[in-house]
Structure formats: C-alpha cells, structure tokens
C-alpha cells in the first residue's frame, strides 16, 4: 500500500480493525434454534450423562421445535390436529387425565464449538423453559443446583464441558408444571395452576381452552455466548428528562446514567475499562474485579446535549440511541465482552388527578391521555418471532392507542415485543404474573381450594421474587417500559408485594410507577361499586358518552366476530352456522342459538345489534353485519371516553385487542392477523385530533390530543339521505386548546329529522388552512326505530379504481365515486393472491371499511412484506352496496 498517503493509511488501518472488532462482535452469540430432536422420556432407558455423548445413537428420535413446546413440536410432526381449528382441541389428551409423563421429554443438540486454548469463555444460555429441567453436556451434568421456573433467564459457563474436537451434545430433559391444574371450565380451571411460578391461562379461560400440554419445554431461546474471562451482564439505563418538554425545537439536557454487572471468571482479579461512546463522547470508568466474582459498576453520569426524544405514538417521534458497552483489560490486547444496548430519552411520571380521581400518565412533563389495550400473548401455545411481534404493535400503533398492557395470567414479554413497541411507540404496563381468579379475590365453586389457601399461591415465593427480579433487568431499559403491576385484579401475597414494592423494584429500576394491582384504587379510585373493571359486553353505543364508568378503566370491552374469510379459517362447513337471536329472557339476558364449535370458541352474543340490519340470511350476511356493528362498537367506546378527558377520565384500557388462538370475542385482527372493521372503527375514534358526533344530546365535538393548539381550522358537517342526496348542516371555523375536548353545536333537532323515516350519513371533516384533511369521521344513523332500514335500499354504486405500486410492498389505491351515486358505503379492501383470490397477511391499510361520498374520490395506501407475495396479486374490494371486484396490481 506504499502508493497510499499516511493519513489515508491511517484510515485504512482503522477500518479495518473497526471491521474485525464487529465480525468478532457479532460472531460472539449465536442461537441453537434448529436441528433439534426429541423423545418421550419413557422410551430411553439412558441417564442425562449417556444421552448427552455424541457417540450415543438418537434411533427413534424425531425432530423437535426449539423454541417451542411438546404441543408445537407434535404439531410439526403432524402427531396431533391443529388445536386452534374446529374442535381439535379435544381429540389432544390432557395432561391432567394422561398425565405428566406423556409431556415429559428430552431435547437434543448437536452442535459445534471447539473448546477455546485462551482465556476465552463459553457460556450457554437459556432464556425461559416450563417448568423445570435438567441439562447435559457431553456426558457432564451443567446444572449443578435445581433449574426451576418458568420466567428464569439461566447462563452456565460450559468452557470446561467441550471437546476438544468441537463436536459437542447438549441434553436437556423438561418436566411439565408441578401443578398441571383440572381444567373445569373455570377461570384457570380449578385454579392450582397458580401453585406454579408461570402461565396461569394454560388451564382455560373464558378466552381460550386449555392447552393441552400447560406449555411445556425450551419455550424461549438457547444461545451460546463466547467472551473473554470478563463478561457483562444485565446492564442498566437509566435516562432524566427534566422539565416539561416539547417534542420539536431545541432540548435542554438529559442526564444518562448507565450500570452493569460484570463477572470474572478467572482465577485471578483483572483490571480495566468499562466505557461506551456516545454522541463522539466516551463514559468510561476503571475497575478491578476479583478473582471468581461478580462486581456491580456504575459509569460516571453523562449529560447528553440536545437530545433527541423518545415520545409515545402520535405525540412525537420516537428516537432511539445505540451504545456499544465494553470491557478492555488493562493489557489492551483485546475487547474481553461487549453488549450493544439500544434506548430512548425519556422520562414517565406518573401523579393524581383530582378531579377525575385516577392515575395521570405523563412523558417528558406532559401528560397523556391513555388510550390502550389489552394483551395477553402472541401465541397460545409460544411460537414467538420477531415478524409477527412487528406486525401486532404495528395494528396498535395504526389503530392510534398508545399503551398496551400485559395481562397478569400471562408473561412479561420478550424483549423483541418491546423492540417493536420501541420503535412504533407504545407504552407498556406490565403486570406480573398473578390473577384474581386463581389467586383468591372471589369465592368460586369450581376451584379446588378456598380463598385464604389460594391467596398464598404460588407455592415458592421465593421462586417468584427471584423470577420478578430477573424479568425486571431482561426489559428495564426500553423506552415504551412504563409501569409495573403487582397482579391481574389482585395484589400479591404481603411478603411478595412488600419485596418488589419496597426492596427489588427500587433497587433494580426506582424510574417506572408500580402500582399494586390492575384495578387498583391507587390507579383508578372506585367509587362506583364492583370490580373497577368492565363491561365486557356489547353495549348500546350511546351508553360510552352518557354512562359514567371508572376513571381510569384497566379493562372494558365488547364482541370482535372477524369476517367471512376470517371464520373460514377454523369453522368447520358443518359449524358455518351463524348464530340465531331469540330476544330478551325475563330476566334481561339474551336468548340466542349458537353452535357448539362458535360456543367453544367463546362466542359472545351481539344481541339485537345485527338484527337491527335485518336479520342474518347466511353466515356471510351476519359476518358482514358484524363487521358493522364492531366498527361502531369500538369507535363509540373511545370518543365517548375521549369526550370526557381530564374530566371524568385519565385513560382507558380496552378488553381486549387480540386473541392469541382463534377466539371470537375482544378482538381488532383474528389469530391470523387479518384485521376486522374493529380495528379501523378504533383507529378513527382515537385520532389524535378528531371530529365527533355526540349521538346523545347531537352536539358535534372535538379533541386535541397534542400538546400544541390548533387553529384556523374549519369544520365542515353534511348529511346526506339514502338516494345520496347532500345536506349541509355547518361550516365553521374553529381552533382547539392543547390537550383538550370542545363542543361546538347540537344538530340533534335537524338530524333527528333528516334520519326519522330511513336513516342517515353523517360526514364530519375538519379542514386545516391549506384545506388539507385533519379529520374525517363518517356516521352511519338509525331511523326513528333505531333500525338501519334505508341501508337495505341502497341503490348499487360503482367506483371507479385505480392503483399504483408506489413502491417495494406498497400499493396506492384512489376509489371515485360518481356524483350521480349514492354514497358507495362500507368498502373492504385486501390485497389477494391472484391465482386462489387468498388474502396475503399480514397487510397494513391506512384506512380501510371506507365509504365514499358522491363526487368524492379517496386515497388509501396499503403495505406489505414483498416476501409475503407469492406471484400476480390483485385488489379485492367488496361493499355494502358495491359489487365485488379484483383489480391486478402491477408489480
């Protein structure tokens, strides 16, 4: 290189060691994730130390999942049906009748890693298992000490366990819960499952069935870790945000305050750095660690200039720094271990909200209003990855709520789930792994024991606080992280909520509320009886503006029935019945038919609510009905809680978003992420700033949500009858408070005159100054009769279509509508395979369930992985009134 000049050898140089540095970094941690196999541990007579040898012979051994559960892998070997169609669930023996032995097995890995001739050390790692193991190495026991619990995070030097060769086995044995639970039909089946430390919903729920075998094997990831005799172990961000900020202009400084554990595995201390580099600034600090242990390091605070902020979705971006922790020995020669960490700038305050009586949430100083929904897993039986958790956050971002909560009879989640929320914005309140129906709030004949026994569940506390303790530092430093929860509508036992409250909490975190169980005084005071919790049922849509509920809601909910194609899925022909109404029992309860595969897949009753669309012909005629129902269900559910912010609520928390099998209640996309109109009706009901239609007293409001005001605006309101004929109601100029709800004038008299003998459309739009569209929500209203009557005498209306791939997975589709038509209502959309007209999922529609207005031509833009499209694709598009189309779409 001698035609080179010294500096740009110099840079040369650089690279190249930069270049070596990040192979050796990104070659230091890899995943056992295939070739795994598996047996029943009743048919090897063998122990742990001859099963683990490479010389010992797998015969008879199948092919395993892993990540995965005995249930997923028998599914993969086609062993068992799929549990999630028709009633295949009970053709799949339980675990409480077979017993445990039928679910217990070893798991096997080849693979290679020679045993290192330096300093270099190995580590295997385990991030979850259910419920307990034992684990091999070449003949070796590794686990010397019991490895129990479902939520332990487990990592074992094995540097002395491998070949010479590289040719090494790992075995682990899994045995199912202690406690596997009667699944009775009730709330957790008889409700010992909670004995365990883990997954409460396995034996049933009034979600989903029992899971046959209660979840278990390797259910998270294995990996294999090289470092040098210095590892870092669960590192800690903190970041403060003073003040009240704002997410444009320029930023005050944060303070970063970072930490870590670091190991030495060495028979002799080691000194050296401890440094990362941000914003071209390096934060290091100088230790030294003794020989065979473990020192916590806290790095001097750094005060980050200008920081860029990390903001919940729709109140600014979310901005997310990257940081390369490392260690150096004091000899230099090499890194000995490094952890890349991505976080966000942000602070979450929480404080009391005395007109309302609730918990107020605010970020960086400003308070928001929550909007959320709750979550119980991705998969019932864990098949976790990272592209579905992407796609499932991205419905919650699209749908424009701004938290989710994990729900206590599940898990914390995995740290890809939090990566997503992340990156698209979404708070997150996680509860610990406790619930009310199993944990003893109620008395409840069908559980095994009474309520003060139940009330010390689980049987190890101190497996329990250990779990906690690990969970908080596997997801502390993730921006959307904002609140902890002692348990699903119960507090944990004294000795358990006094630890993580007063001791584990404060030492492993100190900067996220905890507030003791979900439905909590302290989070939402009840001063209205009950459980401070729900509805959960269909609800007149009137009664979410006029009714009064608890001010900061954990749970309220309604139906979720998805459309035709979505039923198909798991209903078998026989079962594609849909259910028959029957009116109203003395007692006020529904009567209503139901088949037994829609009963067992917790169907919960519409009510009168599709009948007001005429009664079902077939099942495509009630899933069409109900996708109009859920639409306005939800829409209903969110401006009439929005319609009272800071007044008679801080937030409100939706039961439930998404179903982890194929149930049919509480749902915006169905187990195979196809999205029904309950997505889009909660989309448009939860705008940031949004026009409303108050059907109780006809007053046309709006809300605010930013934290600047918004002026010049105006608000354009039109009615138009079932032939499509147009009747202006207001046009005004307007502006809005930041953070804040305004009524600006009743039209009860006049619409309820408009819509007395058929019905009537109500299109309210607010207009910036540029005349660009901020809000357009479109009503769809009964006639005097509270029937939809004029709907069914729709005339036919043709739109006319247009799309353009406008790039890699993204397709713009315009809809026009002639002037001579009437309204061309309640559009679905779908991007489809053209060659079986099958929906490519997932796929993401910034609108969708449109209506389009005569002479009014609408624009929507639909994404979806290229890797998902298979060959030609085409746009389907069906409506209330519009005949059912395919369109190609040029690639």
């Known amino acids: 290189m001698s035609y080179l000049n010294p500096f740009t050898k110099t840079i040369y140089f650089l690279l190249f060691y930069l270049f070596l540095f990040c192979n050796i970094n990104a070659q230091s941690r890899y995943e056992l994730n295939s070739g795994w196999k598996c047996i029943n541990y009743k048919e090897v007579k063998q122990q742990g130390e001859k099963i683990s040898l490479p010389s010992f012979q797998l015969k008879n051994w199948k092919n395993a999942v892993v990540p995965g559960t005995v249930l997923t892998t028998m ?137 046959r075998d209660r979840n278990t094997g390797i259910w998270d990831k294995v990996s294999i870790e090289k ?61 030294t660690i003794a020989a065979s242990s473990t020192i916590e390091v806290a790095l001097p605070e750094y005060e980050l200039k200008h920081p860029k902020l990390w ?74 990855s990272k592209e579905r958790y992407d796609a499932e956050i991205r419905f919650h971002r699209d749908m424009n709520l701004n938290l989710i909560r994990i729900w206590g009879g599940a898990l914390v989640e995995r740290p890809e789930f939090y990566e997503a929320c992340d990156r698209y914005g979404l708070l997150v309140f996680q509860d610990f792994w406790m619930s009310g129906d199993c944990n003893g709030r109620w008395e409840d004949p069908k559980k095994l024991d009474d309520q003060w026994t139940r009330r010390q569940y689980p049987d190890d506390h101190h497996l329990f606080l250990e779990s906690a303790a690990d969970m908080i530092k596997m997801i ?109 029992s003395e007692n006020g309860s529904t009567k209503e038919k139901v088949d037994s595969v829609w009963d067992y897949h917790t169907y919960i009753s519409y009510g009168a609510h599709i009948n007001a669309y005429g009664a079902p012909k077939n099942l495509e005629d009630f899933a069409e009905k109900a996708q109009l129902v859920n639409y306005d269900q939800y829409r209903a559910l969110m401006e009439g809680f929005s319609a009272h912010m800071w007044d008679w609520y801080t937030g409100t928390i939706i039961w439930k978003t998404q179903n982890p099998w194929t149930s049919m209640r509480g749902q915006m996309y169905d187990y195979y992420l196809d999205p029904n109109a309950a997505l889009y009706g909660l989309r448009s009901g939860s705008e940031p700033l949004h026009a409303m239609y108050n059907p109780v007293d006809g007053f046309i409001m709006m809300v605010n949500n930013h934290f600047e005001s918004r002026n010049n605006m105006m608000l354009v309101v039109k009615a138009y009858d079932m032939q499509g004929k147009e009747y202006p109601l207001t046009q005004v100029f307007t502006y809005m408070e930041p953070s804040s709800v ?79 038509n009437t309204v061309a209502f309640f559009n679905r959309l779908s991007i489809v395979n053209a060659k079986d007209k099958q929906r490519i999922l997932p796929t993401f529609y910034d609108n969708n369930y449109v209506s389009v207005l005569p002479g009014e031509k609408r624009t929507i833009n639909i994404s979806t992985a290229e890797k998902n499209i298979k060959g030609s694709i085409e746009l389907a598009l069906e409506g209330w009134n519009v005949d059912k189309v395919y369109i190609p779409i040029k690639k």
């Not at 030097?157 to 406690?179: H, Q, W």
């Open 476 to 584: 502390r430093n993730h921006a959307s992280l904002a609140m902890w929860c002692g348990g699903n509508e119960i507090t944990p036992p004294d000795d358990i909520l006094t630890s993580l409250r007063d001791s584990i909490l404060p030492k492993l975190d100190g900067t996220r509320w905890f507030v003791d169980y979900s439905n909590s005084d302290a989070m939402s005071y009840n001063f209205l009886g009950g459980n401070g919790d729900g509805p959960y049922g269909i609800q007149p849509t009137d009664s979410f503006w006029a009714s009064r509920t608890w001010p900061f809601n954990s749970e309220v909910g309604s139906v979720g029935v998805g459309d035709i194609e979505s039923l198909k899925r798991f209903l078998p022909i026989e079962n594609q019945t849909p259910p028959q109404y029957l009116g109203v």
């Open 311 to 384: 903001w919940p979705a729709n109140y600014g971006a979310q901005h997310l720094y990257t940081i390369n922790l490392q260690f150096i020995p004091s000899d230099k020669k090499q890194i000995a271990d490094s952890d890349s960490i991505s976080f966000g700038v942000r602070e979450i305050q929480t404080t009391w909200n005395a007109i309302t009586r609730s918990r107020e949430i605010a970020v960086n100083g400003q308070e928001i209003f929550i909007k959320g929904g709750n979550w119980i897993i991705s998969d019932a039986m864990l098949r976790f």
């Open 742 to 820: 305004k009524r600006i004038i009743s039209l009860k008299e006049r619409i309820s005159e408009l819509s007395e003998k058929e019905g009537l459309f109500l299109s309210i739009k607010l207009l910036g100054s540029d005349k660009n569209v901020l809000s357009d929500n479109f009503y769809w209203l009964p006639s005097k009769n509270g029937n939809y009557d004029g709907l069914n005498h729709l005339k036919r209306a043709t739109l006319q279509v247009k799309t353009e791939k406008i790039s890699d997975g993204t397709v713009q589709v315009t809809l026009t509508n002639d002037s001579t």
């Open 75 to 211: 599914l993969q070997n086609k062993e068992i049906p799929d549990p999630f169609y028709g009633m295949n669930n009970e053709k799949i023996p339980d675990i409480y009748t077979i017993g445990k032995d039928y679910y217990t097995y070893w798991f096997v890995k080849d693979f290679e890693e020679k045993q290192p001739t330096s300093d270099q050390q190995v580590w295997l790692h385990f991030r979850g298992i259910n419920y307990s193991c034992e684990v091999y190495l070449n003949g070796h026991k590794v686990n010397t000490e019991p490895f129990k619990g479902m939520y332990l995070r487990k990592a074992f030097n094995i540097t002395s366990y491998l070949r010479e060769d590289g040719k090494n086995r790992l075995a682990v044995i899994v045995f199912p819960p202690d406690e596997v639970g009667n699944p009775n039909g009730g709330q957790g089946g008889d409700g010992t499952i909670a004995k365990n430390v883990g997954l409460q919903y396995t034996a049933g729920w009034d979600w989903i069935k029992p899971i």
């Open 227 to 287: 470092t040098g005799s210095i590892s870092i172990q669960d590192p800690h961000i903190i970041t403060l945000v003073p003040g009240k900020r704002k997410p444009s202009g320029s930023q005050m400084p944060a303070i970063i305050k970072t930490s870590a554990s670091l190991t030495n595995s060495s028979n002799e201390a080691i000194s050296g750095t401890l440094e990362y580099t941000l914003e071209n600034q390096k934060i290091s600090k100088q230790v």
